[in-house]
Structures are given as C-alpha cells and as structure tokens.
T-cell receptor, first 116, second 114 residues
Framework: AQKITQTQPGMFVQEKEAVTLDCTYDTSDPSYGLFWYKQPSSGEMIFLIYQGSYDQQNATEGRYSLNFQKARKSANLVISASQLGDSAMYFCAMREGWGNNNDMRFGAGTRLTVKP | KAGVTQTPRYLIKTRGQQVTLSCSPISGHRSVSWYQQTPGQGLQFLFEYFSETQRNKGNFPGRFSGRQFSNSRSEMNVSTLELGDSALYLC?????????????FGPGTRLTVL
C-alpha cells in the first residue's frame, strides 16, 4: 500500500511568492519521522527538513517550514519567498519506528517550477 | 566529513551482463540504503543494510542483491541485466535505523542498459 502520497505532479510559483507542496502519509506506528528532500536536475538528493511524530511544533529551516497536521496525517512543505534555484523535484518521505520494515519510503514527488 | 560517494558515476552495459555498484557511506554511519529511480516508477527502495546485515528488502527480483562490509561500505549487484534496469541508482547512509535520522544521499550511479 502506498504510504506517502504527493498529489501534485507539478506546481508553478512566481519568484518571491510562497508555495505549499502537499504530502499525506499513512501509518499506524506512533513513532515515525517525516522528511522532505529536494532533487535538482543534477540528480543529487538534498535533505531539507524533518518532523518527528512526537514534535509539538512545526519544523522550520530557513525558508522551509513543515505544516504538520497529525490528525489529518499531512506534512505539507511550505517554501517562502521562492527563488529561481528552488526549481526542482521535491520528495516527501517517511520512516516508521525501529522495526524490521522501517525503511524510508518516498512519495512520487512534485516538480516545482519557479517563474521569474 | 566527506559525503556519501558512489562509483562509478556512469555505466553502460548490455542486456544479460551483470554490474556491481559501490557505495561508501559517511564515516561513522552504519546504515546504507539503496534506491532505484526511474522516470516512470519514481524512487523505489531496494534494500537496507545495517552492521553487515540486510535489514529490509524492497519488492525487486532476486537478480538484485547487495552486501555490506565491516567498514560499512556497500555494494549492490544486478545480474542478467534487462533494459528496464536502466535507472539512477542512489545510495544513502544514516548513523543508524532511528526514525528521526535523515538519510544522506550520494550522487548516484546512472546505469544504461542497451
């Protein structure tokens, strides 16, 4: 079963505006971590931000923030003041607990294009 | 600290051949994961190793195998290559298996099967 869902294959945003990339997840494990990665056209995967299931506050890292709504099982990435260099694929990922099947699973990704 | 390194960066093989890809994790990291990335299937989990033991395995045929050495370096092998194996193969390392640990990715090996 798909555990991470990113419903937006592509998004456009005007430079300097904010954009929200959606991510929903499915788990019955009370302990899990949620991650967002950026993949530019060069192919490298760059870690952006992390949210733990027990964290009370939404994570923030510079221009990136994570809108964590635990009851709705959503972990949307918000990028403020978009820059041209933000154009890339963005992946949401989740890692559950410590069990034998706690490999990190990725969503299908959202391609963000920032317009000048 | 040096990042995750993968060799080779590019590889061209023909159907039926086999290939071995190598990954050196960040120093001190004991967990290594492998992913296959294709335009159609996205990022697919292959397997994860921790302390030389395979902990998790994705839904791939037995032609895909891997191992981890005592220094945490990992190799993955694909035998009897098929055209559909053409992909970017990404390796990632993390200190351990904790759910709060981010994975650090290497630059990937781009495999083309002709």
């Amino acid at each position: 079963a798909q555990k991470i869902t990113q419903t937006q294959p592509g998004m456009f945003v005007q430079e300097k505006e904010a954009v929200t990339l959606d991510c929903t997840y499915d788990t019955s494990d009370p302990s899990y971590g949620l991650f967002w990665y950026k993949q530019p056209s060069s192919g490298e995967m760059i870690f952006l931000i992390y949210q733990g299931s027990y964290d009370q506050q939404n994570a923030t890292e510079g221009r990136y923030s994570l809108n964590f709504q635990k009851a709705r099982k959503s972990a949307n990435l918000v990028i403020s003041a978009s820059q041209l260099g933000d154009s890339a694929m963005y992946f949401c990922a989740m890692r559950e607990g410590w069990g034998n099947n706690n490999d990190m699973r990725f969503g299908a990704g959202t391609r963000l294009t920032v317009k000048p | 600290k040096a990042g995750v390194t993968q060799t080779p960066r590019y590889l061209i093989k023909t159907r039926g051949q086999q290939v071995t890809l190598s990954c050196s994790p960040i120093s001190g990291h004991r967990s290594v994961s492998w992913y296959q990335q294709t335009p159609g299937q996205g990022l697919q989990f292959l397997f994860e190793y921790f302390s030389e033991t395979q902990r998790n395995k994705g839904n791939f045929p037995g032609r895909f195998s891997g191992r981890q050495f005592s220094n945490s370096r990992s190799e993955m092998n694909v035998s009897t290559l098929e055209l559909g194996d053409s992909a970017l193969y990404l390796c990632a390392s993390s200190p351990d298996l904790a759910p709060n640990n981010e994975q650090f990715f290497g630059p990937g090996t781009r495999l083309t099967v002709l």
